[in-house]
Structures are given as structure tokens and as C-alpha cells.
């Protein structure tokens, strides 16, 4: 199916590259992020690399490379929205993501947005997947991701049917290789 | 027209629930002559508010009430707070049922006889053969329109029994066929054919496919004699100081306790609310609940064993199109012990869309290894396992200690440990069904561990003798004369089979027991 994908630049290379964590800390988070990335920049509640740390936990849970930031983001929004305004819904988002951080330096030395390697960012999530904070970002992202329509062509899942009159003229029987297995 | 009854009139027929059992039973009731209520927890959905969305149609229809669980299976760890699946609605889980419709074999009516004492396993005998069914199984697939029976041919096969067909021609299985489906393969009963639509499960759009939401029970309102109130949760069976039923009390759709009196009570709740039910309605004279004199009321739950195996290939398969469910292969289910286990299993085809695949091909499973298996979907066929269970007095409903409903009653807590024979059948058949896809060339397998129970059965079961079971072989109590028991809850044993048929098949058989029963004044 990933011909069915716009192949698009990829977003997480400009978050992760160039040590631009360390300089977004110090620096307005919209010069660093670019405009690609106005959408961490909008975080409403949680400081903007704690949205892009979120952002790309949410890729290594559930990773699909033809599947640009934009749908990973928007689960995170759903977090940040509902936090914003309420301090102690901010900090589980803020803690969790020092918790990564706090494991990935612990373990590679360095916060989990700048290793560069799933393996490693994913062996600080395992440690942790029994975690609420893990587990909410998992079940928000089974339907975030997998419910969403706008991903289904690119899986090859065609959605409703009835309004079309069902598959009945539409391919239900349309295998045409068995004979060759 | 649809009839309306008095709360006081005390000659009408209560039956809670209106699913397999109690819609089939109600209706079959009107159209005898005989004045019916029933009380259905659900609201009505008719067919146009049917949505081909998974998720939508899951806050619609789906029992959603708190439920516990307990035990080493793993639901109870991947779906803590909904042991089963299964539907509150008017049509009960016929709206969301698949159509597979098969008969229990000889063998499994009698397990205690033919397969011998197993540890741990609380086999019984059903106080009826299949003998003594088959005119009834003969009017439920004729009342349904089951393919494959009544000249009434197979569904055409869709993709992913193509598949399944080609993996089962090259390991030598012989019983491979599109099932026998209660949807239409050709317009019947008023209903027209099915448009290969998919989603079954969401409920049928075309009405298709069977259930009594709108086959069943729209005949027996037009009797006039039958009376559906939709948004009542019944709390309490209520009896008089000889320890007969003479009604329920129950919370109306708008939140207000009434009692229904009656002449007849008949339980159709599932095999969760049935025996919850009975255990809520204790009194001075039934202090471990009505009906319970055996304490078998919610023990011996059931809920078959299941799995599936969803397979890649390195070509489109676009398994969800067309009918769920219609492709079987049953030579695993026989009595075979050289397997290593007691009982057999059905293979049927089953598919999800990519919402729900999301959320079950690998609960709580996430990373590149479960990420690329999604990738796979488009190319994916799938199975599901389903095999007989072994009934164990400690798998067992029962009231939660603390927690309470909206309507301060305890919540029912599900107790399930898997029987070693239940996972060494799993294990048996996880390897047979990647076998039939390795044989067409799958590229991976994957052994997707079992869904929230659809198959809840065993909690008020049937049983020759008072001491061992809740009912009789006509559902009857074996405490309370003017009291029964009409779903799954009866299920002496599980046998390997889809169980809706059966339980059409007794809800209709005893329906002719019932009305026998009040003509001859017994009742």
C-alpha cells in the first residue's frame, strides 16, 4: 500500500536533527521549529518541546514512515487542549516527558528526542509501558491514529461500503493469484 | 398493532431481554396467543440508525454498564472493564451477531459420557439429546432462512474465504464451505439478499441477516399481543409467600422503578445479566438469591475457546469486504483426544476493519513489530477459533462486594481461568490456522489472543437433577415453577458451535412448553 503515500518531507528529521533541543530551550520555540512544525509552536498547556518529545513517543509507539507528523500531532493536541488552563493535567504531560528524558539520560545520555535510533528511544518506552502516562498515549493512539479515515486509504481500507451498494459489484471475490500459490 | 399492557395485569408473560432468546421466545409467545411484555435494558435502533463505523456503532449498541473482572485469562488484563461484548439494544446481540448457524453435535450433549472425567472440569450431560432437538433446530433455520438448509443456498464466497478454501484444499481438510449463514443468499421472509456489505457486526444495513430486532420481534408485535418496553433495566424477580414469580421491578426509560406483574416470568438477560438478576432478587425465603437452592446461579460461566490468526501475503486480500463471517472449516471439531485435548473447534473467517484491527490484533501490543503488521491490512486474511470450553464451578458470575450500578445495585464480577484443555486446544488450533495460511504462502502469522466474550454461556445451566444445575430441560427453574431461563445461560456444556441457533432453538421449543403449559392451567 505505500504507493498509495505522499511521500512528504519528513518533519521529525527537521525536530530531531542538529541538537535543536538544547538551542529550543533557550531560544522562541517558533524560530527553532520552523515553520513545518507550527503546530508544537501552538502548544496551548505543555512547553513546546515537551509537545515534540510527545510527538515523537507517539511516532515510536505506533511507527508508520509514510505517515507525516501531522497525525501524530494531532493526537498530542488532543492532550495539550484538554490540559490547557489546568496545572495538574499540564504537569502529568510535563512529568511524563522528564521521565523519558530522566530514563533516556540514564540509560544513553541523552534526552529520548535526540537519540537517534528507535531501538534506543523504544527500549526507554518499554522500561515505562506499564506507565499511565505511557498507556495513555497508546490508547489515545489506537484510535488517534487507526480510527482516523484520513490514514485508512493509506492502508488500504476502503471505510464504509453500504452507501456504495456494498462490494457485491465492488470485488467481495476479486482474488485473482491463489492459482498461483 | 403493538399491544399495551397493564402494570397490574397479572396473566401476561415477562420476559427480560429480547436478544436470541427472549425476542424469539416473546414473539413466538404473541403469535400463540399468548400476551406478552418485554423488558429490554437497550433502546430500540432501528436499521437506518445504522452506521458502517465501528467505533460509532460500539458507543451505540454495546453493553457499556460497569463490569469487573477477575481471574488469569486475558481479557481480564487487556479488558479489565468489559469482559464481554455483547449488545444492550432491542435485538440484543442478533443486532451484532455474525449469522453462523450451526447445531450442536451429538457428542457434545452428553461431554460427561464421551469424554470421560476431566480434572478440574465440571462436565454434565444435557437432560436432552440432539434427538430431541432436531425438529426444533429444523424450525429455528427455517424461521431463520440458515443457508445450506431448507434448499436455501451458500453465500458466495468472498475473498477471505478464498483463502481460507485454498489453504484448507492443500492440508488435506475436507469440511470447508461458506457456512451455514442466517443471512439471505436470496431474498426471503420479506428480507432481501446480502450486498456483501461488510460490517456485520456494525448491524446489517439491508437486514440481511437475521436477528429480532426485525424478523422476530415486528411479527409478534403485530399479533397484538406483544408489548416491547425498550430502556428497562429490570433489578428484582418478585415472588409471593408460596415462592412463586408474580413479576419484576424495574427502572423505566425515564428513571422510574415500576413493577411488572405477571403469571409467567422468563429470564433472557445473557449469561452475565441472567444470573446477576436472580442473585439481586435475594429475599427472606431465597437469601442467596431466587432459583438457587443448587448454588449454581452464575457458576460453570463459559465463554468458549477462542483466538484468531490474521495472516500477510505479498498481494491484496481486502478481507473486509463482503459478509463477516460466511467460510468455515470444521474438520477440527470433532472428539479427537490425540490432539491432547478433550472437544473440538470450528475455524471461521472473520475480519476487522483497521479501527477496530487497531485496537485487537495485539492488545496493549505497539512498536515496529505490531506497527508493520498493521501495514500488512490490505494484503491480511483472518480467522477466528472457536472451540468447546470447559465448564469450571469457579469461572463464575458474581455480585461485586462493593462496587454498585446507576441503580445501586452490585455490579457483576467475571471470573474466568482458562482450563489447561481450553489452552492446549488454543495452542492447537493458533498452529492449524497459520498452517492453513503458511500452505497459500503467508509472509507472517499472527496468533491475536481472544476478544471480550461474545459466547457467554453456562450460569444457569441444565440439569436432570435439582442438585446440579438451575433449570430443567425447558428452562424451567428447578425451584421456582412459574420462573425460566431463556439464553445461553442454560448451556449444560459449551460444545464447539456458535451458540445463537441453539438458543432460537429452545427459546422456540419452549415457547410450545409455556403455552402447552398455561392452556393446561400447570402454570
Same mark, same amino acid.
Given at each position: 500500500m505505500q504507493q498509495h503515500a505522499t511521500k512528504k518531507l519528513s518533519r521529525r528529521d527537521v525536530l530531531r536533527g542538529g541538537g535543536g533541543l538544547v538551542a529550543m530551550t533557550v531560544m522562541p520555540a517558533g524560530l527553532i521549529l520552523g515553520a513545518n512544525n507550527a503546530w508544537a509552536a501552538t502548544a496551548k498547556a505543555v512547553k513546546p518541546e515537551t509537545f515534540a518529545s510527545m510527538v515523537q513517543a507517539c511516532r515510536d509507539i505506533y511507527p508508520h514512515d509514510f505517515l507525516d507528523d501531522s497525525f501524530y500531532a494531532k493526537v498530542v493536541e488532543g492532550f495539550d487542549s484538554a490540559a490547557a488552563g489546568d496545572a495538574d493535567a499540564t504537569a502529568v504531560l510535563e512529568n511524563g516527558v522528564a521521565a523519558m528524558n530522566k530514563a533516556a539520560q540514564s540509560a544513553h545520555g541523552a534526552d529520548y528526542m535526540d537519540l537517534g535510533w528507535e531501538d534506543d528511544r523504544t527500549s526507554v518506552l518499554r522500561a515505562m509501558q506499564d506507565d499511565p502516562f505511557f498507556q495513555k498515549m497508546r490508547g489515545a493512539l489506537v484510535t488517534g491514529i487507526y480510527a482516523n479515515p484520513d490514514v485508512w486509504p493509506l492502508f488500504g481500507y476502503e471505510g464504509e461500503s453500504a452507501s456504495k451498494g456494498g462490494y457485491i459489484n465492488r470485488g467481495f471475490d476479486d482474488i485473482d493469484w491463489l492459482d498461483q500459490v | 398493532?403493538?399491544?399495551?399492557?397493564?402494570?397490574?395485569?397479572? =396473566?401476561?408473560?415477562?420476559?427480560? #431481554?429480547?436478544?436470541?432468546?427472549?425476542?424469539?421466545?416473546?414473539?413466538?409467545?404473541?403469535?400463540?396467543?399468548?400476551? =406478552?411484555?418485554?423488558?429490554?435494558?437497550?433502546?430500540?435502533?432501528?436499521?437506518?440508525?445504522?452506521?458502517?463505523?465501528?467505533?460509532?456503532?460500539?458507543?451505540?449498541?454495546?453493553?457499556?454498564?460497569?463490569? $469487573?473482572? !477477575?481471574?488469569?485469562?486475558?481479557? &481480564?488484563?487487556?479488558?479489565? #472493564?468489559?469482559?464481554?461484548?455483547?449488545?444492550?439494544?432491542?435485538g440484543g446481540s442478533t443486532v451484532h451477531w455474525a449469522g453462523a448457524s450451526l447445531r450442536i453435535q451429538e457428542h457434545e450433549f452428553?461431554?460427561?459420557?464421551?469424554?470421560?472425567?476431566?480434572?478440574?472440569?465440571?462436565?454434565?450431560?444435557?437432560?436432552?439429546?440432539?434427538?430431541?432437538?432436531?425438529?426444533?433446530? @429444523?424450525?429455528?433455520?427455517?424461521?431463520? #432462512?440458515?443457508?445450506? $438448509?431448507? /434448499?436455501?443456498?451458500?453465500?458466495?464466497?468472498?475473498?477471505?474465504?478464498?483463502?481460507?478454501? &485454498?489453504?484448507?484444499?492443500?492440508?488435506?481438510?475436507?469440511?470447508?464451505?461458506?457456512?451455514?449463514?442466517?443471512?439471505?443468499?436470496?431474498?426471503?421472509?420479506?428480507?432481501?439478499?446480502?450486498?456483501?456489505?461488510?460490517?456485520?457486526?456494525?448491524?446489517?444495513?439491508?437486514?440481511?441477516?437475521?436477528?429480532?430486532?426485525?424478523?422476530?420481534?415486528?411479527?409478534?408485535? +403485530?399479533? /397484538?399481543?406483544?408489548?416491547?418496553? !425498550?430502556?428497562?433495566?429490570?433489578?428484582?424477580?418478585?415472588?409471593?409467600?408460596?415462592? +412463586?414469580?408474580?413479576g419484576v421491578m424495574y427502572v423505566d426509560q425515564d428513571g422510574n422503578t415500576q413493577v411488572q406483574k405477571a403469571r409467567v416470568v422468563c429470564v433472557a438477560g445473557n449469561s452475565i445479566e441472567s444470573p446477576r438478576l436472580l442473585l439481586n432478587s435475594q429475599s427472606s425465603m431465597f437469601p442467596d438469591g431466587i432459583a438457587n437452592s443448587s448454588g449454581m446461579v452464575g457458576k460453570?460461566?463459559?465463554?468458549?475457546?477462542?483466538?484468531?490468526?490474521?495472516?500477510?501475503?505479498?498481494?491484496?486480500?481486502?478481507?473486509?469486504?463482503?459478509?463477516?463471517?460466511?467460510?468455515?472449516?470444521?474438520?477440527? &471439531?470433532?472428539? @479427537?483426544?490425540?490432539?491432547?485435548?478433550? /472437544?473440538?473447534?470450528?475455524?471461521?473467517?472473520?475480519?476487522?476493519?483497521?479501527?477496530?484491527?487497531?485496537?485487537?490484533?495485539?492488545?496493549?501490543?505497539?512498536?515496529?513489530?505490531?506497527s508493520s503488521a498493521m501495514e500488512g491490512y490490505e494484503n491480511m486474511a483472518g480467522m477466528w477459533l472457536v472451540g468447546e470450553d470447559m465448564p469450571q464451578e469457579t469461572n463464575r458470575i458474581s455480585l461485586h462486594a462493593s462496587e454498585k450500578d446507576q441503580h445501586g445495585l452490585p455490579v457483576p464480577n467475571v471470573h474466568f481461568d482458562d482450563h489447561p484443555n481450553d489452552i492446549a486446544m488454543r495452542n492447537h488450533a493458533f498452529q492449524q490456522g497459520a498452517a492453513v495460511y503458511d500452505a497459500v504462502g503467508a509472509?507472517?502469522?499472527?496468533?491475536?489472543?481472544?476478544?471480550?466474550?461474545?459466547?457467554?454461556?453456562?450460569?444457569?445451566?441444565? !440439569?436432570?437433577?435439582?442438585?446440579?444445575?438451575?433449570?430443567?430441560?425447558?428452562?424451567? =427453574?428447578?425451584?421456582?415453577?412459574?420462573?425460566?431461563?431463556?439464553?445461553?445461560?442454560?448451556?449444560t456444556t459449551g460444545a464447539a458451535e456458535n451458540p445463537t441457533l441453539t438458543i432460537v432453538a429452545l427459546a422456540l421449543r419452549q415457547a410450545d412448553h409455556i403455552a402447552s403449559e398455561l392452556s393446561k392451567q400447570n402454570l
Open positions: - | 398493532m403493538t399491544a399495551k399492557f397493564d402494570l397490574n395485569d397479572d =396473566t401476561v408473560v415477562v420476559v427480560v #431481554g429480547s436478544g436470541a432468546g427472549g425476542g424469539t421466545l416473546g414473539a413466538e409467545l404473541a403469535m400463540k396467543g399468548v400476551r =406478552t411484555v418485554i423488558l429490554e435494558a437497550g433502546g430500540r435502533h432501528e436499521i437506518a440508525d445504522f452506521n458502517n463505523d465501528e467505533w460509532g456503532m460500539f458507543g451505540q449498541i454495546s453493553w457499556l454498564d460497569k463490569r $469487573t473482572t !477477575s481471574g488469569d485469562w486475558r481479557v &481480564a488484563k487487556d479488558f479489565a #472493564g468489559l469482559p464481554a461484548w455483547i449488545v444492550k439494544a432491542v452428553k461431554t460427561k459420557t464421551n469424554y470421560g472425567e476431566v480434572a478440574g472440569a465440571n462436565l454434565l450431560d444435557w437432560p436432552l439429546d440432539l434427538a430431541e432437538l432436531e425438529p426444533w433446530y @429444523d424450525k429455528a433455520e427455517d424461521r431463520m #432462512g440458515v443457508t445450506r $438448509t431448507n /434448499g436455501i443456498p451458500g453465500l458466495p464466497g468472498n475473498n477471505n474465504f478464498k483463502i481460507m478454501k &485454498a489453504g484448507a484444499d492443500k492440508l488435506g481438510y475436507k469440511e470447508c464451505h461458506t457456512g451455514r449463514m442466517a443471512i439471505n443468499s436470496q431474498p426471503r421472509d420479506g428480507r432481501g439478499s446480502c450486498q456483501q456489505i461488510g460490517f456485520c457486526f456494525q448491524g446489517c444495513k439491508t437486514g440481511a441477516k437475521w436477528s429480532t430486532l426485525y424478523v422476530e420481534i415486528p411479527k409478534g408485535e +403485530k399479533t /397484538g399481543n406483544l408489548e416491547v418496553r !425498550s430502556g428497562a433495566q429490570v433489578l428484582k424477580v418478585e415472588h409471593d409467600a408460596n415462592g +412463586k414469580a408474580t460453570n460461566y463459559m465463554r468458549h475457546m477462542t483466538g484468531s490468526v490474521y495472516a500477510i501475503f505479498d498481494k491484496p486480500v481486502h478481507m473486509y469486504r463482503g459478509t463477516t463471517m460466511a467460510g468455515i472449516i470444521q474438520d477440527e &471439531a470433532v472428539h @479427537d483426544t490425540s490432539r491432547g485435548f478433550v /472437544g473440538g473447534y470450528e475455524m471461521e473467517t472473520l475480519s476487522l476493519g483497521l479501527p477496530f484491527m487497531g485496537a485487537f490484533l495485539d492488545p496493549g501490543g505497539w512498536g515496529r513489530s505490531f509472509t507472517r502469522t499472527f496468533p491475536t489472543p481472544p476478544y471480550p466474550s461474545t459466547h457467554n454461556l453456562g450460569t444457569n445451566r441444565m !440439569s436432570d437433577k435439582a442438585q446440579d444445575g438451575v433449570v430443567n430441560k425447558w428452562g424451567q =427453574t428447578h425451584d421456582v415453577s412459574n420462573l425460566f431461563v431463556s439464553d445461553g445461560s442454560v448451556f
